[in-house]
């Protein structure tokens, strides 16, 4: 899995770990699915980008689809 390095709430790097192995890493966070970077933020559990939460593909896509739910829009899935 991926993982972020953490340092002053900074992104410094992005490794991947055995999770049995990440222990041995202070401040690495898990990535899951994240598109993370080197130079994104972390604060509160969660990781931004210029001001944005990063987001994986699926919370985006649920994101898009609330957003045209409230503007009435009928989807394919509708």
Same mark, same amino acid.
């Given at each position: 899995?991926?993982?972020?390095?953490?340092?002053?709430?900074?992104?410094?790097?992005?490794?991947? =770990?055995?999770?049995?192995?990440?222990?041995?890493?202070?401040? $690495?966070?898990?990535?899951?699915?994240?598109? &993370?970077?080197?130079? *994104?933020?972390?604060?509160?559990?969660?990781?931004?980008?210029?001001?944005?939460?990063? =987001?994986?593909?699926?919370?985006?896509?649920?994101?898009?689809? $609330?957003?045209?739910?409230?503007?009435?829009? &009928?989807?394919?899935? *509708?």
């Amino acid at each position: 899995m991926r993982y972020a390095i953490i340092q002053d709430n900074i992104v410094i790097n992005i490794i991947a =770990l055995r999770d049995t192995n990440a222990k041995d890493f202070p401040g $690495a966070v898990a990535l899951h699915d994240r598109p &993370v970077g080197i130079g *994104d933020t972390y604060s509160e559990g969660k990781f931004w980008r210029d001001g944005a939460e990063v =987001l994986t593909a699926q919370e985006e896509i649920e994101q898009y689809k $609330a957003a045209l739910q409230t503007l009435g829009v &009928v989807t394919d899935e *509708d």
